[in-house]
């Protein structure tokens, strides 16, 4: 890993996402640990070309703070499906093509399993990796998983990507699109990777 760097409550720091329903997860839960400056429009999208989430999550955060001066915070998430040999994986948001909508994804995902039945069979992870890169070139890595099974179909309307077909384990059978906010920060892989962050900058 990198090497780490204390942190400073309330500290500025731009956020490398774009995507508004992350934007706003990723506010909720770290809350006023951090004070997160909305990405600059005028900043293009960055290429995540890297095979790792680490690679692609560091290649937004260092892009992120080379372009503002100020210390940035990129995350790059996804879901790995074991019969799909890790599949979908660094690919998530493209899975069913570079325009793809989370609808898209979904539908092909069910479509892939479509054949396999028992829960069992249908087992996947989500994971997460976080990286705050400061300018002094600096970071903070965390990482954050919850393991589950992919439902037969969509359930729920909270959430975004795969959230209506992943039911993690221990959270009786209801979707990530079915829990409420709070609870599905205290166990999602998002939510976990930020808490092990905010621990590191504490």
Do not use: W
Not at 138 to 143: L, N
């Amino acid at each position: 890993m990198t090497p780490t760097a204390e942190g400073v409550r309330g500290e500025s720091v731009v956020l490398a996402s774009a995507n508004p329903a992350k934007a706003a997860e990723i506010a909720e839960i770290v809350g006023d640990r951090l004070l997160l400056v909305p990405r600059p429009v005028e900043v293009p999208e960055v290429v995540e070309d890297a095979d790792t989430f680490v690679g692609n999550a560091r290649l937004k955060a260092r892009a992120l703070s080379a372009a503002t001066g100020l210390a940035a915070l990129a995350d790059d998430s996804g879901l790995e499906v074991e019969t799909l040999d890790g599949a979908p994986g660094v690919h998530s948001a493209r899975f069913a093509g570079d325009a793809a909508t989370d609808a898209d994804n979904v539908a092909l995902l069910l479509e892939r399993l479509a054949e396999f039945v028992d829960p069992s069979q249908r087992r996947a992870r989500f994971r997460c990796v976080i990286v705050l890169h400061r300018p002094d070139g600096t970071e903070v890595v965390a990482e954050g998983e919850v393991a589950g099974h992919i439902a037969h179909s969509p359930r729920g309307t909270a959430g975004f990507g795969y959230d209506p077909v992943f039911v993690p384990d221990d959270a009786g059978g209801q979707t990530f699109a079915e829990m409420g906010t709070e609870a599905k920060h205290r166990i999602s892989h998002r939510g976990r990777a930020l808490a092990a962050l905010v621990a590191a900058l504490d």
